[in-house]
């Protein structure tokens, strides 16, 4: 009986490791998502402002806390180098002579992580009167999420997921804001669905500086290719405030 129970506890171990080469095999043989050409396919799609002329850094201002020369554009890309912690930037409404908005609008960017192990282009981004972060790969490389709702961060938080950034991949991010609702995917999966609407919304120190709209890395060199911002459409913000209005239902203060 005993040597029997044996074999069948060596059959599950051994069915159990091939089951993982073989998930491995399938994993290893999925084709990587081409963030670029998803960007470039809706260039007609919306009405874009290009908030990164590929070429310089106009209009964005480097907050000097990566080092000298950690902020720079080199062949079409914009680099957060990485520092002895943070290195930042913000965009500067006033050379651009516009004003970030504050609710119904889109943000996307095209990133990538170059080297390092934590977040290697972090979102800062208005809501209303308040300001909140999204943050790609903290906490050692794999968390996502929303920094700060109710004081607690991304890690912390129920609008946290793990997602597994690749270093040397880019990465499609659409960030979706209304007064009520964020939304974020990640290539073309939504991994944030969060109705903000009466919760407490703040940033981290670490990233006050990119205040109202800005990227911050973290012990990573990252990399940016595209931003650009747009209007969300009618349907589009209705949709979003409905999940809002059926959420608000359940929802004790």
């Given at each position: 009986?005993?040597?029997?129970?044996?074999?069948?506890?060596?059959?599950?171990?051994?069915?159990?490791?091939?089951?993982?080469?073989d998930?491995?095999?399938?994993?290893?043989d999925?084709p990587?998502?081409?963030?670029i050409?998803?960007?470039?396919?809706?260039?007609?799609?919306?009405p874009?402002?290009?908030?990164?002329?590929?070429k310089?850094?106009?209009?964005w201002?480097?907050?000097k806390?990566?080092?000298d020369?950690?902020?720079?554009?080199?062949?079409?890309v914009?680099v957060?180098?990485?520092?002895?912690?943070?290195?930042?930037?913000?965009?500067?409404?006033?050379?651009?002579?516009?004003?970030?908005?504050t609710?119904?609008?889109?943000?996307?960017y095209v990133s990538?992580?170059a080297t390092?192990?934590?977040f290697?282009?972090?979102?800062?981004?208005?809501?209303?009167?308040?300001r909140v972060?999204?943050?790609n790969?903290g906490?050692?490389?794999?968390?996502?999420?929303?920094s700060?709702?109710?004081?607690?961060?991304?890690?912390?938080?129920?609008?946290?997921?793990?997602?597994?950034?690749k270093?040397?991949?880019?990465?499609?991010?659409?960030?979706?804001?209304?007064?009520?609702?964020?939304?974020?995917?990640?290539?073309?999966?939504?991994?944030?669905?969060?109705?903000?609407?009466?919760?407490?919304?703040?940033?981290?120190?670490?990233?006050?500086?990119?205040?109202p709209l800005?990227?911050a890395?973290?012990?990573?060199?990252?990399?940016?290719?595209?931003v650009?911002?747009?209007?969300?459409s009618d349907?589009?913000?209705?949709?979003?405030n409905?999940?809002?209005?059926?959420?608000?239902k359940?929802?004790?203060?």
């Open positions: 009986m005993k040597r029997t129970t044996s074999l069948l506890a060596l059959a599950v171990v051994c069915l159990f490791a091939q089951f993982q080469v998930a491995k095999e399938d994993k290893k999925e990587v998502f081409d963030a050409a998803a960007s470039q396919a809706d260039d007609d799609k919306y874009w402002i290009n908030l990164f002329d590929g310089t850094l106009k209009n201002v480097d907050n806390d990566g080092g020369e950690a902020v720079r554009v080199k062949d079409g914009l957060l180098g990485m520092g002895p912690t943070t290195t930042s930037i913000h965009f500067d409404e006033e050379a651009a002579g516009m004003e970030i908005p609710e119904n609008y889109e943000i996307e990538r992580r390092g192990t934590d290697f282009s972090a979102l800062t981004f208005p809501i209303g009167e308040k972060t999204f943050v790969g906490w050692g490389g794999m968390v996502a999420g929303i700060s709702i109710d004081g607690m961060d991304a890690s912390e938080n129920s609008s946290s997921s793990f997602f597994n950034f270093t040397g991949q880019w990465y499609r991010f659409r960030v979706q804001v209304t007064l009520r609702t964020v939304r974020v995917w990640v290539n073309d999966e939504l991994i944030v669905d969060y109705v903000v609407e009466g919760h407490t919304l703040s940033t981290r120190f670490e990233v006050s500086r990119c205040e800005g990227f890395s973290w012990v990573s060199d990252g990399e940016i290719k595209v650009r911002m747009r209007g969300l349907d589009e913000i209705v949709e979003m409905k999940r809002a209005a059926e959420a608000a359940f929802y004790v203060p």
